[in-house]
């Protein structure tokens, strides 16, 4: 393996490889025909258990059934939230869910006991003992049960808070933990939309994310948003959170105050996971105490509840967050029903694993009543380590308030935290005194000393009791890890302490990076633009993502008190040009338009400029984008200034598209610019035609008659320019130009003009398309415009479409989300073809799944799943590596049974993965655009349409949207042998299985681009720089990925032509983001013929 040690930043690895002898080599359970034995022990003797480690069952039914959550009480006693209605309740059924608490009395590691607590509840998705008796997430609800004569089920029911959503079963208010300061946090999942009322205001949050309360005042604050499910949340020892997503795919998840994640409505940035190609998880614990080994401490278990897959990752520092690494797993088992989804650490060190236990997971593609749903079983496993001495059991709510305090100092997180909760629910009189005494009363030389503090502190802000002291000896510590919390609890008492700011002025410049992250987002909280100065200081420092994230939120929160001051013109940032722009960048606002015009007046860098004029282009009005124009002009006689001017000239042409913004004055002068025979033609053609600049007709018509590289941009801009001259000279174009690209450019064009002149001239156009040709585009044209659909049956009527030509049309229809049935009937019949079925028989589906079971080949069927003409990769990833237009696959297998997986690859529509329907789009100017939806606020809707590409619509260009079928159509496997498909199905039936298909813990690089051996000028370039190959953007690069396995296969590279001795190569690049500086090992099954750049350096 070599090494190299990089500083952290994103680098391309560019591989030539020569040719010599050697080669490299959702979803829903229906139809459930092998249900297993529920016997807990031969469920355990199925685990592949970690070595060193053990299973034991520790309780199952009859003592409980279904669990959903679970947590420790100080007594040891375990708490379960259990529901045998999931997922729904019948109409006329009677409540009946419950909470149990299940007891180890003789500690021998085995529950003897179990108490219903409460009951009649439906579906509890969360339950946290504490304050006498349990809260509980029940619906709408949190609740709070108390036990008052002590004979351990509750008395009296107590609603705390209400006004969460409702609109899915599991996504519902759950995942109840206390934080380490005495907090209660619980979760809500993406179709939740919860609307709170309390004594502090109403409190709202759409969609997924992490709610923070204080019981005691009902003070309920969202700690960060866009998580899709978010089943699982942790705090390290020092207070940092963690989150899985049961619905996401990047493993852990780093969250601080305001954090933002994919699905937040109306995010604008998000943030991004650790793991990025991990499978879904649930639950979340790290480990910590006596018993596990020592190279256990601090990691973190989650579970791959559709992998059957109890799973383990480590951690590390990485700037001003952490990365993450998977390992080996805790327990992995080819059992269908082990379902792990709840997993804590228990009173003796053990840990405790919740398992649902239920071949069939899916809760919308599957039958409510299906008959195969698991209500009765369920059973909670205990994981111990060979050889270990387990931790003393301890009845907390019995021990003195001293030992309470001495707890403190355990390594065990469960012992401090639940020694926090009886202190705090034995008073502040009587606890907080005796604090003091056992603060003062701490060895000063300890190297523990800093950390007993912290914990300290975190029991004064359990009781809201402001220390100064503690909370300076913090914010001082030699320990960045205790300053870091230190500010978390500054940002909590920010109005119970003195002089907060300038106490936050230190912490922003702290050397440590975390210490600063933590410093900007609790000056968000300050309502100040001296906060806004105090943050934006953190500039001065380097910046990496996470605090980029933070700094950029910050700013944005802050906007109210540092934006109107600089608009009039006071002095912001301390006239610092980069703070300025960075906070402007950041707010994107109209008010900032003066400010930044201002900032042309001062000496700027050329990057600081082209920052400035980009904002300006964004949110300036006519006069501000003219000054962009003269700009451009100015510079027009510089080849070397196109780089620059370029992008200038794209937002532009944003400007108008988002904002229906043109520059004021003469438009006509951008003739000046044309004839550069470059990008730069292109960019002016497209700003002709949205700014309509009717004197640069002759030129544009020139441009798209010359067979350039800019000619379909010139083709389009005839056609916004609209009139007799351009349905002229766009009909000419589409029927007498040489080049097929040409002719359906014109034609597209055109239709966007004229749909009823248009559409029978595309049709003709198809009609000429030869085997070389790539007809999609217009065929796209065509279902994207309003009216063209209805004329395409009778433009079709006398012509015959080459059969390839014909199954991309209705390939492209079948995807439009729209009613194409009469244009697919006369494609079909224009093409010759054969209507594929709408639905599949019976007896023929259980022939199909007989023959996957007995005769399907995975190992060929991941062949054809890699197969360019079957579409798989497109929309879908494995461990990341695909498109994300469909669900990643990772765990099918896993999750999915085989008549399922044959229904939907043949009848896609039969069943939509929730999340994954299509939204249907018609603007303003008639365009009909389909996709899945990615994010929205309140400019700007994203799609990504089947393409796997990114679609940006204005909102306010929306006329109408409607929600579309699956984005995958019909037919995709018409073109495959019965064989093929047998083996393809066979294949996504072993996804997430344990086996040669199971999750990779290995660091691989599993997303590439092949460069295409066509790209013109390739050889030259090849020759007098191919160390400059992988940053070339006039090259044309085609995205591959891994196998399952890592290995990238090289028939699946084009072969290049090397220009020096005709060898054979293949030529593929990667992206490695190196986020730590350190030694980075590359490892390469074999370097025979290998030739690498890093960064066009050869090594």
């Known amino acids: 393996m070599n090494r190299l040690r990089l500083p952290g930043f994103v680098f391309f690895l560019l591989i030539v490889l020569t040719q010599v002898l050697f080669t490299s080599p959702a979803l829903a359970q229906r139809e459930l025909k092998d249900i297993p034995d529920p016997d807990p022990e031969l469920e355990r003797r199925s685990f592949q258990v970690a070595d060193g480690f053990e299973v034991n069952l520790y309780a199952a039914d009859p003592l409980l059934a279904k669990p959903i959550q679970m947590n420790f009480d100080p007594e040891g006693r375990l708490w379960i939230a259990s529901s045998e209605i999931y997922p729904h309740i019948a109409p006329g059924q009677p409540a009946t869910d419950k909470i149990l608490v299940v007891e180890d009395r003789d500690h021998d590691g085995t529950a003897e006991t179990t108490r219903v607590f409460a009951d009649g509840l439906l579906i509890p998705t969360g339950v946290e003992p504490g304050d006498g008796g349990a809260y509980v997430a029940n619906s709408t609800e949190l609740v709070h049960f108390v036990d008052l004569d002590g004979d351990g089920k509750a008395d009296e029911k107590r609603v705390l808070l209400s006004g969460f959503g409702t609109e899915d079963t599991h996504h519902i208010i759950h995942t109840f933990r206390w934080g380490v300061e005495g907090l209660l946090y619980f979760n809500q999942s993406i179709y939740i939309h919860s609307h709170v009322e309390t004594p502090w205001g109403v409190r709202r949050l759409g969609g997924g994310g992490i709610w923070q309360f204080r019981p005691e005042s009902l003070q309920l604050e969202v700690f960060s948003r866009g998580l899709v499910n ?11 959170s963690f989150a899985t997503d049961g619905a996401g795919g990047e493993g852990i998840n780093f969250i601080f105050p305001g954090s933002v994640f994919l699905t937040a409505p109306g995010a604008t940035r998000i943030m991004k996971g650790l793991n990025p190609g991990s499978p879904k998880h649930c639950g979340l614990e790290m480990i910590s105490g006596t018993h596990f080994p020592d190279d256990w401490q601090g990691n973190l278990i989650t579970n791959d509840f559709r992998g059957h897959r109890v799973c383990r990752f480590v951690l590390s520092n990485d700037g001003s967050g952490f990365s993450s690494r998977e390992q080996a797993e805790v327990i992995k088992t080819s059992h269908v029903a082990f379902r792990p989804i709840d997993v804590k650490m228990g009173p003796d060190g053990a840990l405790y694993i919740a398992d649902w236990y239920n071949p069939i997971i899916q809760h919308g593609e599957v039958d409510f009543r299906d008959p195969r749903r698991d209500h009765t079983h369920g059973r909670i496993w205990r994981v111990t380590a060979k050889g270990r001495p387990l931790m ?26 639940h020694a926090r909760r009886v202190l705090k629910e034995r008073g502040a009189d009587e606890v907080l005194p005796r604090l003091q005494q056992w603060v003062e009363g701490l060895d000063p030389a300890s190297p523990h000393l800093d950390q007993w503090r912290l914990e300290a502190l975190w029991t004064c802000q359990a009781f809201d009791s402001p220390e100064p002291r503690l909370l300076k000896a913090a914010l001082a510590s030699g320990d960045p890890r205790v300053r870091a919390a230190g500010v978390r609890v500054l940002s909590a008492w920010k109005t119970q302490v003195e002089n907060p700011l300038e106490l936050l002025e230190k912490a922003i410049q702290d050397d440590n990076p975390r210490v600063r992250l933590e410093a900007v987002r609790s000056l968000g909280s300050f309502a100040s633009q001296q906060a806004a100065e105090t943050a934006i200081r953190a500039i001065d420092r380097p910046v990496d993502g996470n605090l980029d994230f933070a700094l950029w939120q910050t700013m944005r929160d802050l906007q109210p008190y540092w934006l109107p001051a600089l608009e009039q013109g006071e002095s912001v940032f301390r006239g610092d040009v980069r703070s300025l722009t960075y906070g402007l960048s950041a707010v994107g606002a109209p008010g900032v338009v003066a400010p930044l015009t201002r900032l042309l007046q001062k000496e700027l860098s050329s990057e600081e400029r082209q920052q400035v004029l980009r904002l300006i282009a964004a949110v300036g009005g006519p006069q501000e984008l003219r000054q962009i124009v003269d700009l451009v002009l100015a510079t027009k006689e510089s080849a070397g200034d196109q780089p620059q001017v370029i992008p200038l000239l794209e937002s532009l042409a944003e400007a108008t598209i988002r904002r229906r913004v043109i520059p004021s004055g003469d438009l006509s002068v951008l003739q000046q610019l044309l004839g550069q025979k470059t990008d730069l033609d292109a960019a002016v053609c497209r700003l002709a035609g949205l700014w309509k600049i009717e004197s640069l007709r002759a030129p544009l018509t020139r441009l798209a008659e010359s067979g350039e590289s800019s000619a379909a941009t010139a083709i389009a801009a005839l056609g916004s320019l609209g009139g007799a001259d351009s349905q002229s000279t766009l009909t000419r174009l589409a029927r007498e130009s040489v080049t097929f690209p040409t002719r359906m450019a014109a034609a597209s064009s055109l239709l966007a003009l004229d749909a009823g002149v248009g559409t029978p001239l595309a049709v003709e156009v198809l009609a000429s398309a030869k085997s070389t040709d790539d007809p999609l585009p217009l065929w796209t044209a065509l279902w994207q415009n309003k009216q063209a659909p209805d004329a395409v049956p009778a433009a079709l009527a006398k012509i015959k479409l080459p059969a390839d030509v014909a199954k991309l049309g209705i390939r492209s229809a079948r995807i439009a989300g729209r009613d194409l049935t009469g244009p697919i009937a006369a494609i079909t019949s224009a093409g010759g073809l054969s209507a594929p079925p709408t639905e599949i028989a019976r007896d023929e589906l259980d022939r199909l799944v007989k023959l996957v079971q007995e005769t399907g080949d995975a190992q060929r069927g991941e062949a054809v799943f890699r197969r360019a003409d079957t579409l798989c990769l497109r929309c879908h990833a494995i461990s990341g590596a695909g498109g994300q ?28 993965k929730e999340n994954f329907h299509s939204l249907v789009v018609e603007t303003n100017s008639g365009k009909v655009l389909n996709g899945v939806k990615v994010r929205e606020n309140s400019t700007e809707l994203v799609l990504r349409n089947a393409e796997d590409v990114e679609i940006s619509i204005p909102v306010s260009e929306i006329s109408e949207r409607v929600n579309g079928g699956s984005i995958m159509p019909a037919g995709l496997t018409d073109t495959l042998t019965e064989r093929e498909l047998i083996d393809l199905v066979r294949f996504l039936s072993e996804l997430g299985k344990v086996g040669p298909y199971a999750p990779s813990q290995s660091r691989v690089a599993r997303r590439w681009q092949t460069l295409d051996p066509a790209t013109p000028k390739l050889s030259e370039i090849l020759i007098s720089a191919p160390g400059s190959v992988p940053g070339r953007q006039d090259l044309v690069w085609t995205p591959v990925y891994s196998q399952v396995s890592g290995e990238l296969p090289l028939s699946d590279l084009p072969v290049v032509i090397y220009p020096i001795g005709g060898v054979r190569t293949n030529i593929f690049r990667t992206e490695i983001d190196v986020t730590t500086e350190g030694a980075v090992g590359l490892k390469f099954n074999d370097i025979t013929g290998l030739s690498l750049w890093i960064d066009g350096k050869a090594v």
């Open 885 to 912: 237009v469909g669900p990643d696959m990772t765990s099918l297998g896993a999750s999915a049974q085989v008549d399922y997986l044959v229904e939907s690859i043949l009848v896609p529509n039969k069943a939509v």
């Open 230 to 240: 978010p089943w699982g949340h942790q705090q390290d020892d020092w207070g940092q």
């Open 392 to 417: 003393k059991r301890r009845n907390l709510a019995k021990l003195d308030t001293a030992d309470l305090l001495d707890l403190q100092k355990s390594p065990a997180q469960f012992e401090r935290v």
